[in-house]
């Protein structure tokens, strides 16, 4: 009978208690809000769905960073494997996306989603590619809604002069230029102490991330003009899609889809109880909005939007209709 030297027992013992840790694959996912909201919602349907999949071969770390842009640079170049971004600071890196970002292009959720689920959106995340990043799948911010710390707005003139954070989107910046509007584009971490020093007036996000982190502290008026349906993306590193086996990027694409479930789902309860949750915080709620007398005064953004986008592919967004 051969004795196992006590050295050498030791180290296969360390040897078996860290290969399960050794064979464990990490995927780490950063996005800009709160654990509990609807990014958190989608990201947390991805970990569950991928690391269920896979018999927890990988596991995905979920963190948060408030700098969008930072994120997709980070996904760029390989430092970070995935992100769940809003489109606004997107088209900095993929052109394409840009046209998803004009105003009053959807006319609700249904043509919003179908929109992007249908070949038009499969067509914009191949633009991803050549960027080197990779369009994993859709996800979802909500409507666009307006709040100010200044005075009820009723209308486009209550607009005028009103200092308005935007996202770092020029298509965004444009729009409430045409208003009469400031536009001071800042990434989202800047947001809160900018709203608190008044630097700006206002800002405009959906509700899911109004009520999420808690704007009403800052912010007295909000008004629902649903200006802009704001799409979501989750984006990933190409090489470390490649890397993966070919069933496992079949398990990750299915968990995407799960994660494009949860966050939509989220989204849909928070438009259902946000805004009487944020009456209830004590803002005063305008929802009676003349959206025509809004889309008649940015006329000249939407020429523009004409020229400088692709005209006819926000012609053929707009005349969507889903399949009867």
């Not at 947001?191 to 991330?209: H, M, W």
């Not at 993966?244 to 079949?250: C, I, K, N, Q």
């Not at 909005?289 to 809004?294: E, K, L, N, P, T």
């Amino acid at each position: 009978m051969q004795i196992i030297p006590r050295l050498a027992l030791g180290a296969l013992l360390a040897a078996a208690l860290t290969a399960p840790a050794l064979a464990q694959t990490e995927i780490t996912v950063q996005h800009p809000l709160p654990l509990q909201s609807h990014y958190g919602a989608g990201a947390t349907a991805l970990k569950e769905a991928l690391e269920r999949a896979t018999g927890g071969r990988y596991r995905v770390t979920i963190q948060r960073n408030d700098n969008e842009r930072e994120m997709i640079e980070s996904v760029q170049i390989g430092t970070l494997d995935c992100t769940i971004t809003s489109t606004g600071p997107v088209g900095n890196f993929v052109p394409a996306v840009r046209v998803v970002d004009v105003p009053f292009l959807f006319r609700d959720y249904a043509h919003a989603r179908g929109v992007l689920d249908s070949e038009i959106g499969q067509q914009l995340l191949g633009q991803f590619t050549p960027r080197g990043l990779t369009g994993v799948v859709w996800l979802e911010n909500g409507f666009r809604h307006l709040t100010n710390s200044r005075h009820a707005v009723n209308s486009p003139d209550d607009i005028r002069g009103l200092k308005v954070r935007t996202m770092e989107n020029p298509v965004h910046m444009r729009a409430f230029r045409a208003l009469g509007a400031l536009p001071t584009p800042m990434a989202f971490s800047e947001l809160v102490p900018a709203l608190q020093q008044g630097t700006v007036d206002g800002q405009e996000n959906p509700i899911p991330v109004i009520v999420a982190n808690n704007l009403n502290q800052v912010q007295r008026f909000l008004t629902l003009t649903g200006h802009v349906y704001s799409p979501a993306l989750l984006i990933c590193n190409p090489a470390m899609l490649q890397r993966l086996a070919a069933a496992d990027r079949t398990a990750f694409q299915a968990a995407a889809v799960a994660a494009q479930r949860a966050n939509r789902d989220r989204v849909t309860a928070d438009e259902n109880t946000g805004v009487e949750e944020l009456r209830r915080r004590g803002m005063t709620v305008t929802t009676e909005v003349d959206r025509g007398r809004f889309q008649t005064a940015l006329a000249a953004a939407f020429a523009q939007y004409e020229r400088e986008l692709d005209g006819a592919l926000l012609r053929r967004i707009r005349d969507w209709r889903a399949a009867q």
